[in-house]
């Protein structure tokens, strides 16, 4: 964790660093790690509701094969990020596949149940 923290949020570290007897808990006042954070679960929550349409019209198999495939790719961009900004981009897309996958779950439940 320490690496990842030096590399993509070195204001964060290094005030981990300095502030040992604090806990960590609520401590850190760092927009960019707000947004790496948030990222994900505001991507999902969008896309759900787009990702609900395309289903309807396409069906379930498709829908969960592009958010497997965009779940990939921002696990592929992830791995590789160089920056916090393609960080957090794969954050954006690992959100949109689980807003793809899982409206696709919330759909087949509701389908089973009638």
């Not at 929550?45 to 965009?70: D, E, N």
């Not at 900004?85 to 389908?111: A, D, E, H, K, P």
Request: glycine fraction near 8%.
């Amino acid at each position: 964790m320490e690496p990842f923290l030096e590399k993509f949020f070195p204001k964060v570290y290094t005030k981990m660093k300095e502030d040992t007897k604090i806990s960590n808990y609520c401590k850190f006042n760092n927009q960019l790690l707000t947004t790496f954070t948030s990222s994900l679960y505001i991507a999902g929550l969008v896309t759900s509701f787009f990702a609900s349409s395309i289903t309807k019209a396409f069906g379930r198999k498709p829908s969960i094969l592009v958010g497997g495939a965009v779940y990939l790719v921002g696990a592929a961009l992830g791995g590789t990020a160089l920056n916090l900004y393609m960080l957090i981009l794969s954050r954006v897309l690992l959100g949109v596949g689980i807003g793809f996958t899982n409206q696709v779950l919330v759909f087949s439940l509701v389908y089973l149940k009638s």
